[in-house]
């Protein structure tokens, strides 16, 4: 009887699976030529509201990231770009899954884009240079420079054509544009303070703790959940400082931004670490903001006092792009990830139809539940843009390649703070996996897995039990 029952679920599997496959298929076959067919028109809209089209990458990584003003240069399987300012050249790390997420129909078009590539090579005049970097020794890097840099040297290029903000398919609400009604709120990030209000006189026996907020979130995820719930002491001890990341929530969302890691951390020192004197801080993140969490802690080595980390991932570029986003169309979670992390002109239209008219989802889901629905999570879902999303994305969570195992070693070896990271056991995002092997490049990490919660409800739903494990491990680092 168990055999046959076990022959029976094994066959069920299998059914499953395969039908899954076969939808999942069919599905992403007509989304590929539908991002297409939407690319034009979007080439076509943005030509007739905004007088120019912003290239995207379905074409040209070149052409994407040159019409920015920014430079693009390519090292053997990696991409950056060179941003010139009248003081000084920074390098930025991005992601190749920007420009390159095979499908099925450029599978099938392959030969053309092969001619197209081939006639495009005898018009391009590639030089190769040499860079010394004299930095804590030698670094030598070879760098294959296309004839954009020659171009633009050449003055050949002029000035690239600011888009306006927000552009026709952005929201223009008060919310989701304040921060470009003055220079000062462009500079720096939304934040949130909560603590004593002595603070400012007695900042030798304060201690500061950072909130960095998930992908598509803002710092609603922390101020409406976890501030209420810590206690009075914890309240008197610490200053509690939640951000809205650089496209997110009511922190700024410029055009021109590829927001790459450099962008995210800088803006996160300017706005919180300067202005608020922070010397040394607890450091809580949740997914995405994990990544960022490791690359400030990294930056700041001395100055982490504890670093608790949400539902990290792993990072390795089109690995990862396969991992979240495995285009398939269950579980569902999964296959709202491929959509996002796949298509870049379909999910323009899902911010078009959804970030845009947040206000209106928003009046309708309060007036459905009579208000009993809290929007908090509605609103940090709402309030970013398409270029925000899309490039943060990948960037950030596809492109950050090798930083983050760098990172890693970085704190095992560097930084001597508690390492303490939660998982949810039904996260179908981000497997309990992605944690252990976090761990096993930090040993001292402590793994605690949240049985029967998943990305979000690991802390939604848990608040109160969630703010305790925090206030101890706050304690047992400072009493440390």
């Keep these: 009887m168990m055999g046959l029952m076990g022959a029976t679920r094994s066959v069920l599997t299998l059914t499953g699976r395969v039908t899954n496959d076969v939808v999942s298929f069919i599905v992403f076959t007509f989304l590929d030529l539908l991002d297409v067919l939407l690319c034009v028109l979007y080439k076509l809209t943005d030509l007739l509201i905004e007088a120019e089209w912003k290239p995207c990458y379905c074409s040209s990584a070149k052409e994407a990231i040159t019409s920015s003003g920014k430079i693009l240069v390519s090292e053997q399987g990696e991409s950056k770009i060179v941003c010139l300012s009248s003081s000084k050249l920074q390098w930025e790390d991005i992601s190749d899954t920007l420009y390159s997420r095979p499908s099925l129909v450029s599978d099938l078009s392959k030969s053309t884009v092969k001619e197209l590539k081939r006639l495009k090579v005898e018009a391009t005049t590639t030089i190769r240079t040499r860079d010394k970097i004299i930095k804590n020794g030698t670094v030598r890097s070879t760098f294959t420079i296309n004839s954009t840099i020659v171009e633009m040297l050449q003055g050949k290029i002029g000035g690239h054509r600011s888009h306006p903000i927000p552009r026709w398919s952005d929201c223009d609400c008060i919310t989701c544009t304040s921060w470009s009604s003055s220079s000062s709120c462009k500079e720096t990030l939304f934040v949130r303070a909560e603590g004593p209000k002595e603070i400012a006189e007695k900042r030798e026996t304060e201690e500061d703790v950072i909130f960095i907020h998930g992908f598509i979130s803002s710092s609603k995820f922390w101020t409406e959940t976890l501030f209420p719930n810590f206690s009075r002491e914890a309240k008197s001890k610490y200053r509690l400082i939640a951000v809205d990341l650089l496209g997110f929530g009511r922190s700024p969302k410029p055009t021109d931004s590829l927001y790459t890691l ?40 001395g100055a982490v006092k504890s670093l608790t980390l949400l539902a990290p991932g792993e990072a390795a570029t089109q690995y990862v792009l396969r991992k979240v ?21 379909i999910s323009r239209t899902i911010c078009l139809l959804i970030c845009k008219n947040h206000r209106l989802w928003e009046f309708l889901t309060k007036l459905v539940t009579r208000n009993r629905l809290r929007t908090y999570m509605m609103e940090g879902f709402f309030c970013h843009t398409h270029n925000a999303a899309w490039h943060t994305l990948h960037n950030i969570i596809c492109g950050s390649a090798g930083k983050v195992n760098e990172y890693l070693d970085t704190v095992r070896d560097r930084l001597n703070c508690n390492v303490t990271i939660f998982h949810g056991s039904d996260d179908e995002l981000l497997p309990v996996d992605c944690s252990y092997a976090v761990q096993t490049r930090i040993p001292r990490a402590r793994v605690k897995v949240i049985e029967k919660k998943d990305h979000i409800t690991i802390v939604v739903g848990r608040q109160k039990a969630f703010a305790r494990e925090l206030e101890e491990i706050w304690n047992k680092s400072s009493s440390g």
């Design 262 to 301: 450099r962008e995210h951390v800088e803006m996160i020192q300017r706005s919180v670490l300067e202005p608020y004197k922070v010397k040394s801080f607890h450091i809580v993140a949740h997914s995405l903001g994990c990544i960022l969490a490791l690359a400030l802690a990294v930056k700041h080595p």
């Design 325 to 345: 986003a495995p285009r398939r169309v269950w579980p569902p979670i999964a296959f709202g990830a491929s959509i996002a992390c796949w298509y870049e002109h």
